[in-house]
């Protein structure tokens, strides 16, 4: 049925792009006819053939993108008006685009239906997501959290969760459990049987026990320091491997999206992309794999559970300061983590030394929907613009717009003593932030609607942020709480981005594609109009480009932008400096 649907999606699109090409009405729909008797039909009746559709849904087929073409005149001859025929180039080259990708798709349809078909089982009786701030959200992380607090949780005992506000009173109890309810929230959502329920429990300091299950894979991991490791009820331990050579790494699947292993890509061992960090270390535990390790910080719910597994069956677990996991701190944020058997410990230090040295002192991430990464040393650099000179020996008043968890804000010129507010749509992310930057405010609120209504500052930073906004009112908002001659600094998506994530991560799964192909949609309408429109349940998303910014930031107030690009850790990154008029 997703493609029964995916074709009639197709028929509107290709319909109303048919009359971009200056042809009479009549010539377009009939096109648009013939585009029906040469795809969407024959693909209808074989499917009434195969008594998959009825022939209601045929009808739909047949007749679908008609009322498409029609509905499509006026807005195409609008944007026509306003922006003359350099519009029909772009609408002649994504028709020719179209009518290869289309036969394409016909021609693979069986292989696709059978990956969307044979997609391993997930929990889909927690169907409804929401996004909120970074991560995606189900219903089961709640449900969870609820079940497993219920049953573990007993009086004199501290309770850590992901999905739980935190309670101070924890660093006051002997015995702590430790708990995601569901890490690997991400592939849950996307349908990858790559997530689990991971449970940890503290003595003092110490994870002395761990349970993790994966319900879609049936595969259940618990372990103590004076019973061992066992997997599905067997005895088991970590591998007595001596050598890396030829060992099986288990890696981040984000972190490899962005590039942060190919320095280990010639390297002797097999590396293997996963999702979920608990269910990366639970492997190592029971000889299913041999090392994981991540440069980048976690959360001690993503870790405790594994970690004890890990130490139980004998295998070795430093974090990047090279000294044993400590559990239940004040602050959960780990500078990260290093697994593996008892006898790869040396030349795992070894080989990740030179690369925690670059990575360790610079803990600042970009917050945007699908990944975090590090902030690159060249948008020092690059912002070294007349603003930052203007503004530079004198503390100011900053608005980190979409702080997420938090961002070391130095390599974008913000000094020790200037006077920071983070805001951010998710109080999660804003927790981890006020323990990490006790000094600063952090303030729940949207970029479309700021919070503040006497405050004003002389700065605002977005850090890959404003994609997942509504940008002209976001643009709006920003203005007015800028003081005459304030500074705006953006770090966006480019339409390179939109185009890896559809490529990489949605397909071929239905409704992550239709949602990149809106995005790539949106980021081609902002390049044109310089605004966004928004998708189901108010999310919004898009690329954006020099064109459609000038004219957004103009239309807002905004003078004198500058555009630069700057490598990054998900590729390169399209910056924006500009500020408003002075009084």
């Known amino acids: 049925m997703p493609l029964v649907v995916g074709k009639i999606l197709v028929g509107f699109v290709v319909g109303i792009l048919i009359f971009g090409l200056r042809v009479p009405a009549l010539m377009a729909v009939g096109s648009d006819a013939l585009f029906n008797f040469f795809t969407k039909i024959p693909a209808s009746l074989l499917h009434l053939k195969k008594g998959t559709v009825r022939r209601k849904v045929v009808l739909a087929l047949s007749a679908g993108s008609i009322p498409g073409s029609v509905c499509g005149v006026k807005p195409l001859m609008h944007i026509r008006h306003l922006y003359g025929d350099g519009v029909n180039n772009f609408i002649k080259m994504a028709v020719g685009i179209l009518l290869i990708i289309i036969p394409l798709l016909l021609l693979f349809q069986g292989h696709i239906e059978g990956r969307v078909a044979n997609r391993p089982p997930t929990m889909r009786g927690f169907a409804g997501m929401v996004v909120t701030g970074h991560d995606p959200v189900t219903e089961a992380d709640r449900a969870v959290d609820a079940v497993l607090c219920q049953n573990l949780l ?62 879609a894979t049936n595969e259940t991991f618990l372990g103590a320091v004076d019973t ?10 970590a591998r007595q491997r001596k050598s890396l050579d030829g060992v099986l790494v288990l890696a981040s699947r984000s972190e490899v999206k962005r590039g942060e292993w190919k320095q280990f890509a010639n390297d002797r061992f097999k590396v293997q992309a996963m999702g979920s960090v608990a269910y990366k270390l639970a492997p190592v535990s029971v000889g299913l794999a041999d090392v994981t390790f991540t440069l980048t910080p976690k959360n001690e719910w993503d870790v405790v559970a594994g970690v004890a597994l890990v130490q139980s069956a004998g295998g070795f677990v430093n974090t990047l300061e090279k000294t044993p996991l400590k559990a239940n701190r004040r602050n959960p944020l780990l500078s990260g983590l290093l697994a593996c058997g008892p006898f790869l410990k040396d030349e795992l230090l070894a080989l990740t030394e030179p690369h925690i040295r670059l990575t360790a002192p610079a803990r600042s991430f970009f917050s945007f929907k699908k990944f975090a990464g590090r902030a690159d040393r060249s948008i020092r650099r690059v912002l070294k613009t007349e603003l930052w000179f203007r503004l530079e020996g004198q503390s100011m008043r900053v608005l980190d717009l979409g702080c997420g968890p938090g961002l070391d804000l130095a390599s974008w010129g913000v000094k020790p003593s200037d006077e920071v507010t983070g805001l951010d749509i998710d109080e999660r992310s804003l927790a981890t932030a006020r323990l990490r930057f006790p000094k600063r405010t952090f303030v729940l609120g949207a970029g479309e609607k700021l919070p503040f209504e006497d405050q004003h500052f002389d700065r605002v930073i977005s850090s890959v942020a404003l994609p997942y906004m509504n940008i002209q009112k976001a643009l709006t908002e920003i ?97 924006v400096e500009t500020s408003t008029r002075k009084a």
């Not at 061992?228 to 331990?237: E, M, Q």
């Open 154 to 215: 007993r009086d004199g005992e501290g309770w850590l969760s992901e999905e739980t506000a935190d309670d101070p009173s924890r660093l006051d109890r002997e015995r702590v459990w430790i708990v995601d309810p569901l890490d690997g929230t991400r592939e849950f959502v996307q349908g990858l049987p790559e997530f689990c329920v991971s449970i940890g429990y503290v003595e003092g300091d110490i994870p002395v026990a761990g349970g993790i299950y994966n319900p």
């Open 228 to 237: 061992g490791v066992f997997y599905n009820g067997k005895p088991a331990s």
């Open 479 to 575: 203005y007015r709480v800028l003081t005459p001659g304030g500074g705006l600094s953006l770090s966006l998506h480019l339409p390179s981005f939109t185009l890896a994530e559809l490529v990489h991560t949605a397909l071929p799964k239905p409704v992550p594609t239709l949602f990149r192909l809106y995005v790539m949609a949106n980021g081609v309408w902002f390049h044109f109009t310089g605004t966004t429109v928004g998708f189901l349940r108010g999310r919004t998303e898009s690329f954006q480009t020099e064109r459609g910014m000038t004219m957004a930031l103009h239309r807002a107030g905004f003078i004198n932008p500058s555009f630069s690009r700057a490598p990054g850790p998900a590729g390169e990154m399209f910056i």
